[in-house]
């Protein structure tokens, strides 16, 4: 029977712990649900369809044109003629009537190697619109991390300050039964109410910031900014993180390193298509047309013409005023600017990645330190606690051990806040961060 009770209470307690998670986010669904909803990720998203779809051989000018046109009329007209055998013929109110129609085709065969410049280009900016979208996506999973976790961070300073208060209210009872029994003074009564009510205040303030930050981060969801949710109450910042690997990674696949590249290489696409204007161009057309008139009155009364033709037309540039010489001269311009802009980038990334890891460390050292102090804190505030109730210190001395208790709290938790911001920010910086 009693193990039936226990079986159980165990089972009561296992659902009653599963309905307690129920609603609970975790960071990688927040991340997940921040890929498929974001509105920004999704418009990104868009954006990189436009690349692939102009990336083609038509819109690099290597397929044909083709055109069919019709046209026809009608008129009626007075005529008078007279032919060269005396014979006149004269007509009011004839009808003429025309239908011209063809099939033409234009076909660039040959424009000094353009068109396979310009389908480089095409290809360059497809996989500039991918790096755009995925450096969207990390850049996205960044601020979800760094919101949800300053969710977490609030969350915890509320539970602090929430525990601190009870050490606040029990230093004004202490002080009010003391008052009343007239073995102290008024003034340590109102200055533990005055202190009690400040701290009730912040707890106000930290719940009020915390209902924002929530609104918040259901917009970077894509989601309603009154969708309720909790989020886990733990700050774990990955102390085995590997600088060198992250430093590397930095190096080869930062998205902005990344498009600065193939931006590079878009530019000397178009320099190449610049150069082609030089060459001579070769165009191949063909026709097949059909022309047609009917005239009521005149010397003819009926004409047609059906038929194909066909020619070849050749371009050959000797002068252009210079206009590609100094189109060239831009691209050149262009090319080294790039070049210049590529190497600023990549001391700029290298720059970020060491402070975020400078930060990171010292965020750890700081945790590893606020930890034992909060420690010695907690205990110094029990025993303050103990001796101001036996009249062994002042009202002043307890209130400053409070105080400290309040900012040790807050130090501890803004510092795990801090490491795992930095931990973000290097995985950002190393393109990491995409699945997480």
Same mark, same amino acid.
């Given at each position: ?100 129609? *063809? ?30 979208? &995925? ?22 300073? &509320? ?22 029994? *007239? ?27 915390? &209902? ?15 969708? $309720?949710?909790?989020? $886990? ?88 005023? *210079? ?114």
């Amino acid at each position: 029977m009693k193990k039936k009770l226990k079986l159980l209470l165990t089972g009561l307690l296992i659902n009653a712990w599963a309905f307690a998670q129920t609603g609970v986010l975790t960071v990688e669904e927040a991340v997940k649900l921040a890929i498929e909803k974001n509105f920004d990720v999704e418009i990104e998203r868009n954006a990189q369809q436009i690349g692939i779809i102009n990336n083609n051989w038509g819109v690099a000018g290597a397929w044909p044109n083709i055109t069919i046109n019709a046209a026809t009329g009608l008129a009626k007209n007075n005529l008078e003629q007279q032919l060269a055998n005396g014979t006149t013929i004269k007509r009011n109110g004839a009808n003429l009537r025309n239908l011209n129609a *063809g099939f033409a085709v234009s076909w660039r065969i040959f424009d000094g190697m353009r068109m396979f410049a310009a389908k480089k280009r095409l290809e360059e900016l497809e996989k500039m619109g991918e790096l755009s979208f &995925r450096n969207m996506v990390n850049t996205t999973v960044f601020n979800i991390i760094g919101a949800y976790y300053q969710i977490v961070q609030l969350n915890q300073q &509320r539970n602090a300050l929430k525990e601190t208060i009870k050490f606040f209210e029990e230093r004004k009872q202490i002080a009010e039964s003391r008052f009343t029994i *007239g073995t102290a003074p008024k003034t340590d009564f109102l200055q533990a109410q005055v202190d009690l009510n400040q701290q009730k205040g912040n707890l106000l303030a930290i719940e009020n910031n915390l &209902r924002i930050a929530k609104t918040n981060f259901n917009n970077l969801l894509g989601r309603k900014p009154e969708t $309720t949710f909790e989020v $886990t109450d733990i700050i774990t910042p990955d102390a085995a993180i590997n600088f060198t690997t992250l430093q590397t990674k930095a190096a080869s696949d930062n998205y902005d390193l990344l498009m600065a590249q193939s931006n590079l290489s878009v530019l000397a696409q178009q320099k190449k298509e610049i150069m082609s204007q030089r060459m001579p161009a070769v165009t191949l057309n063909t026709n097949f047309n059909l022309s047609q008139n009917r005239n009521d009155a005149g010397f003819n009364l009926f004409t047609r013409n059906l038929g194909p033709n066909g020619n070849i037309g050749i371009a050959i540039p000797l002068f252009q005023g *210079g206009s590609v010489k100094a189109q060239e001269r831009v691209a050149d311009v262009q090319i080294k600017n790039q070049q210049v802009v590529i190497d600023r980038l990549k001391n700029q990334v290298n720059t970020n990645l060491i402070n975020a890891y400078f930060n990171f460390q010292n965020a750890l050292n700081l945790v590893e330190l606020e930890k034992t102090t909060l420690k010695l804190i907690e205990e110094n505030n029990m025993i303050a606690t103990e001796r101001f109730r036996k009249l062994a210190i002042t009202s002043l001395e307890l209130r400053q051990v409070q105080l400290d208790y309040i900012n040790g709290q807050t130090r501890y938790i803004n510092a795990l806040f801090q490491a795992k911001l930095a931990e973000a920010e290097m995985k950002m910086l190393a393109g990491s961060l995409g699945g997480l």
